[in-house]
């Protein structure tokens, strides 16, 4: 059974810094891509990163250049370093497999104050 388990979320200031990271179970983690989405109520969830299980990532033009996603194999958690952080960035964030599963966790709020 897939769990995903997102952590790092809380309130900064425009320009700031978090990192947020994501413990998944439930399948091979080495052997699967990970990603993070981020929501905002009312609008659709939206793609922010993809890292394969190498080192290839992709990111959403809006982020790019201010964000890293990495990952750690042996703790089955995949990362995402957020910096030079926007208003527009506040949102709920979520990991999840690549393909994706059904089963999203709770997600972790990130609220940037203007």
């Known amino acids: 059974q897939v769990q995903l388990v997102e952590s790092g979320g809380g309130l900064v200031q425009a320009g700031g810094s978090l990192r947020l990271s994501c413990t998944a179970s439930?399948?091979?983690?080495?052997?699967?891509?990970m990603a993070w989405y981020r929501q905002v109520p009312g609008k659709q969830r939206e793609l922010v990163a993809v890292i394969d299980t190498g080192t290839s990532t992709y990111y959403t033009n809006s982020v790019k250049g201010r964000f890293t996603i990495s990952r750690d194999n042996a703790k089955n958690t995949v990362y995402l370093q957020m910096t030079s952080l926007k208003p527009e960035d506040t949102a709920v964030y979520y990991c999840?497999?690549?393909?994706?599963?059904?089963?999203w966790g709770q997600g972790t709020q990130v609220n940037v104050s203007s």
């Open positions: 439930g399948r091979t983690f080495s052997a699967n891509a």
């Open positions: 999840n497999y690549q393909p994706i599963s059904p089963s």
